[in-house]
Structures are given as structure tokens and as C-alpha cells.
């Protein structure tokens, strides 16, 4: 038995029928059998472990889904998610849900990812929405992370950024080479005022495989801001890796965003032109009709090694108007960030707030903290 699986039985065991834990008995035989008889094929080992000693129940953070086929079992869920994304619920790769959290996600395995079912890395998705992402490599990564997170002295605390970063630092000690787990740690830190921190952990979710594709957008509108050339150089770069053109809507940007951002650390004179030469160039190769004009503007600066063009603005109006006033207009940006009106994307592309950044640090704003 593995050591998370262990844990993990022995501490909900131990809290059996009270408030926060109420256990249903151990699965029989014959449910497990109509489940895996419906699955075609056998559970995860760690799974039917944990069902023959209790057959689902709630937990602190949601609800163990029981075996079976009857409504509210682990059957029953793979036909509302089948139904949800149109597929036949009999389909082999189809998710198996086993665990509904507390804000109505579920956890399932990934049956796609191996022929053997203890080889199913878990992921989680909305009944609303068909897209997931991998959040354990294993199920004892995640009983480990639960766990931890069960034992910790903020269990009972009430949800705070503080609350939230302390859970994604717990997932990163118990699985370092999972994205998702990066990428909570990241965000949290970004909230909690701390951007080298994000932008480092923004990294360490992009090189994670599976990534997160967005996250090296994230690293590099963080790393222009902070004139982070390293930093920008490598997420500017996987962003601009040979892709099917779909696949930019999971970065969450454009090959023209890219080059404008990428340019206005770029040009300067350094060690790496090649590099960036390469990366425009790859930029250059993925831009649409629309964008292309905006990515060879972005590429001729960096191989004079002269200032870019303005990027183009990203809203109608900028967020923080102009005031004659310097100390106003700058507690205005100040205010707007920490109410997260103004964002990175507006330190970036609104040419206004670029004239007030000649005068104020606009990375200081990035320092704010911005509590939920």
C-alpha cells in the first residue's frame, strides 16, 4: 500500500462519523464489480483500496464518490459526464470521476493516459465545461496533498490568500512536477504583492510536462514588467515553439502579443540576440494574416537593436485616465490595481499609463498586495 493511501485511510478513519467526516461501509463485490464491469476493465489498485475500506462518504473537502452504478455513484457520474460532453458513456478513455470537491468540480482519472489503470494521473473538471488539466500524477499525491492539508494548523481557518498559498507550497512539497500546483503557488504569490517569486513559479508550472500553456504568458507579461530579460527570453521562446494554431488559445495570447512584448526587452544589447532572433523568427511563422505586419515591426527592432513601436492599446479607454496631477494620477493606478481593475496587460499596452511609468516605477505596483 502506498504511503499517501495509507495515510490517508488511517486519518479519515480516525475522525470517522464526525462533523466534517461521515463514511458510508466498505464496498461489496458485487459493486465493484458492476463498476469495473461498466469500466471494461479493472479500478486504479489505490482506488479499491480506499473502497474496501469505505465505500465513499464525505470528507473535509468534498464528497468520495462510492462504487457502483445507482444514482450518486461513481457510475452514474461517467453517464452525466458522458452526456455532458456527447460521448458514449461505454467509451474506454472516458473520465472516471471519483471525488465531487466542495466548489463542484470533480476529480477524475485520466483513462486516456495509459492502458493500465494504476497508471491514470487525475485531473478535475466542471460539470459545465469539457476542458481539464492534470492536478495529481498519482491518487496518492493527491491523498498525500489532502492530508497535509487536513493536518495543517489553517484547517479551519477560513480561506484566505495566506490560507491558499500555504495549500499550493503543500502540493508543490508532495508533487514538484505537477503544474497545477505551480501554478496555484504563483498566483497567490502574485496576489500576495511578491512578482519575482510568481514569475519564478510561473516558470516552474511552464516547464512541468504536462504544462500550462498559459502560465508562460503570465511569466512573461510579469518578467517585461520587471524588465527581466532571462525570464523573458525563456517564456517569450516556448511561447513561440511550432504549434498547431489552436493551440494559442491555450496560451491565452497571439504571436503579435508575443513579439510586442517580447521586443521591448529584446532590443537591448546583450548575449542572447540569437536567441531572440530565433524566437521572432518562430513568431513570424505562427502569425495570421492580421498580425504579421506587428510581428515583422517587433523583429526589425530587434535586429537594429532600436526601441520598438508602441504596442497596440488592449482597451477602448485606458483604465486610469490621465490627471495633471502626478501624485494623483499615480494613487489612482495604485487604487485600481489593488481593486484589480488595472492589470499587467494595462502596464503593457495602455500607452497613457506607459507615459505615467516615465515617472513612477510601474513595477511597484506589482508589490501590492491584493487580498481576496
Not at 480516525?14 to 479500478?43: F, H, I, Y
Not at 497545477?180 to 503557488?185: G, L, Q
Not at 495604485?334 to 499596452?349: I, T
Request: one cysteine or more; proline letters at 7%; hydrophobic letters at 40%.
Amino acid at each position: 500500500m502506498h504511503r499517501g493511501i495509507r495515510e490517508f485511510i488511517a486519518w479519515v478513519e480516525s475522525r470517522r462519523d464526525s462533523e466534517e467526516v461521515s463514511l458510508n461501509p466498505p464496498s461489496t463485490a458485487a459493486q465493484l464489480g458492476a463498476l469495473e464491469q461498466m469500466l471494461g476493465g479493472p479500478l486504479p489498485t489505490d482506488l479499491r483500496v480506499v473502497l474496501r475500506r469505505f465505500n465513499g462518504g464525505r470528507l473535509p473537502t468534498g464528497t468520495l464518490l462510492p462504487a457502483g452504478i445507482e444514482p450518486g455513484s461513481m457510475g452514474a457520474a461517467i453517464r452525466d459526464y458522458a452526456e455532458a460532453v456527447q460521448q458514449d458513456f461505454l467509451d474506454p478513455e472516458l473520465l472516471l470521476p471519483f471525488f465531487r470537491t466542495a466548489e463542484g468540480s470533480y476529480l477524475s482519472f485520466d483513462r486516456s493516459a495509459g492502458p493500465v489503470a494504476d497508471t491514470w494521473a487525475v485531473v478535475d473538471y466542471y460539470p459545465d465545461a469539457d476542458a481539464h488539466n492534470l492536478v495529481y500524477r498519482t491518487m496518492d499525491g493527491w491523498c498525500r496533498h489532502c492530508v497535509a492539508n487536513w493536518s495543517s494548523e489553517d484547517h479551519d481557518a477560513e480561506f484566505s490568500l495566506d490560507t491558499y498559498l500555504r495549500n499550493g507550497q503543500r502540493h508543490v512539497e508532495v508533487e514538484p512536477d505537477v503544474a497545477t500546483a505551480h501554478a496555484t503557488v504563483a498566483h497567490a504569490l502574485k496576489r500576495s504583492g511578491r512578482p519575482e517569486e510568481s514569475l519564478a513559479s510561473f516558470l516552474e508550472a511552464a516547464r512541468c510536462v504536462p504544462p500550462l500553456a498559459w502560465c508562460d504568458w503570465e511569466a512573461l507579461k510579469i518578467a517585461v514588467v520587471l524588465a527581466d530579460r532571462e525570464a523573458a527570453l525563456e517564456a517569450a521562446t516556448r511561447l513561440a515553439s511550432r504549434a498547431p494554431e489552436a493551440s494559442w488559445s491555450g496560451r491565452e495570447t497571439s504571436p503579435g502579443r508575443v513579439a510586442e512584448l517580447a521586443s521591448a526587452v529584446a532590443w537591448r544589447e546583450g548575449d542572447d540576440g540569437e536567441a531572440w532572433a530565433r524566437c521572432m523568427s518562430e513568431l513570424l511563422r505562427a502569425a495570421t494574416d492580421e498580425e504579421r505586419a506587428v510581428v515583422l515591426a517587433a523583429q526589425a527592432s530587434v535586429d537594429a537593436k532600436e526601441p520598438p513601436a508602441p504596442p497596440r492599446p488592449h482597451r477602448a479607454s485606458p483604465v486610469v485616465p490621465r490627471q495633471s496631477d502626478i501624485d494623483l494620477w499615480w494613487a489612482a493606478a495604485r487604487a485600481a490595481y489593488a481593486d484589480g481593475e488595472l492589470r499587467e496587460e494595462d502596464m503593457l499596452f495602455d500607452p497613457e499609463l506607459a507615459q505615467l511609468g516615465r515617472v513612477r516605477p510601474l513595477p511597484d505596483l506589482l508589490r501590492i498586495r491584493r487580498d481576496f
